[in-house]
Nanobody, 128 residues
Framework: QVQLVGSGGGLVQAGGSLRLSCAAS????????MGWFRQAPGQEREFVAA????????YYADSVKGRFTISRDNAKNTVYLQMNSLKPEDTAVYYC?????????????????????WGQGTQVTVSS
């Protein structure tokens, strides 16, 4: 069983920055692929960023490339999402995602479903 606790959301003006954190329980965190997804009101959940278990593969949604950076610290069982140059359209609830099964490549890492573990979500609001 994996528990994910996200934090770091808040209200920021357009052009500002936030850093989200997701702390994971479990002795085998270093073996999990991790990711971030978001869901805006009235919209479906969408992929934001993902990182493989060893950090060797990283993927981003086109909408955040060049502005967001995903990273992980396996010693702290934590994954981060640094968000710069925020836009009002980045406003959403951001969910941390963990996969405790083999998953590589963009197709797998950018997908999320009931077989994965999810954090409780953290609200990010960007004002114009």
């Amino acid at each position: 069983q994996v528990q994910l606790v996200g934090s770091g959301g808040g209200l920021v003006q357009a052009g500002g920055s936030l850093r989200l954190s997701c702390a994971a329980s479990g002795r085998t965190f270093s073996r999990y692929a991790m990711g971030w997804f978001r869901q805006a009101p009235g919209q479906e959940r969408e992929f934001v960023a993902a990182i493989s278990w060893n950090g060797g593969s990283i993927y981003y949604a086109d909408s955040v490339k060049g502005r967001f950076t995903i990273s992980r610290d396996n010693a702290k069982n934590t994954v981060y999402l640094q968000m710069n140059s925020l836009k009002p359209e980045d406003t959403a609830v951001y969910y941390c995602n963990a996969k405790d099964y083999y998953c590589s490549g963009y197709v797998c890492l950018s997908s999320g479903g009931p077989q994965d573990y999810w954090g409780q979500g953290t609200q990010v609001t960007v004002s114009s």
